[in-house]
């Protein structure tokens, strides 16, 4: 059983920045693909960044260069830091773990205002 929580979300004005973590439980997590998604209002969650086990990154277009993941496997803890932030990255963001199954965490909310 893995169980992610996720913290950092909350209010920022554009241009603004906010770290997110992801903490998990579980053997798996240094063996995992983790990674971030976003789901916006009305909108499907999308894959906002990706970080293997052998340390490989891929970012959306959307966030590349102002995004940053990374992972700290000794900490079971994953990051996620958001620069030069925009409205449009609004959103619910969720970590996923991604094994032989997927998990989920429950999400955390960014608001960015203009």
């Known amino acids: 059983q893995v169980q992610l929580v996720e913290s950092g979300g909350g209010l920022v004005q554009a241009g603004g920045s906010l770290r997110l973590s992801c903490l998990g439980s579980?053997?798996?997590?240094?063996?995992?693909?983790m990674a971030w998604y976003r789901q916006a209002p009305g909108k499907q969650r999308e894959l906002v960044a990706r970080?293997?086990?052998?340390?490989?990154?891929f970012y959306a277009d959307s966030v590349k260069g102002r995004f940053t993941i990374s992972r700290d496997n000794a900490k079971n803890t994953v990051y996620l830091q958001m620069n030069a932030l925009k409205p449009e990255d609004t959103g619910v963001y969720y970590c996923?773990?991604?094994?032989?199954?997927?998990?989920w965490g429950q999400g955390t909310q960014v608001t960015v205002s203009s």
């Open positions: 996923n773990a991604l094994s032989v199954v997927n998990y």
């Open positions: 579980g053997s798996i997590f240094s063996r995992a693909a």
């Open positions: 970080i293997f086990s052998s340390g490989s990154i």
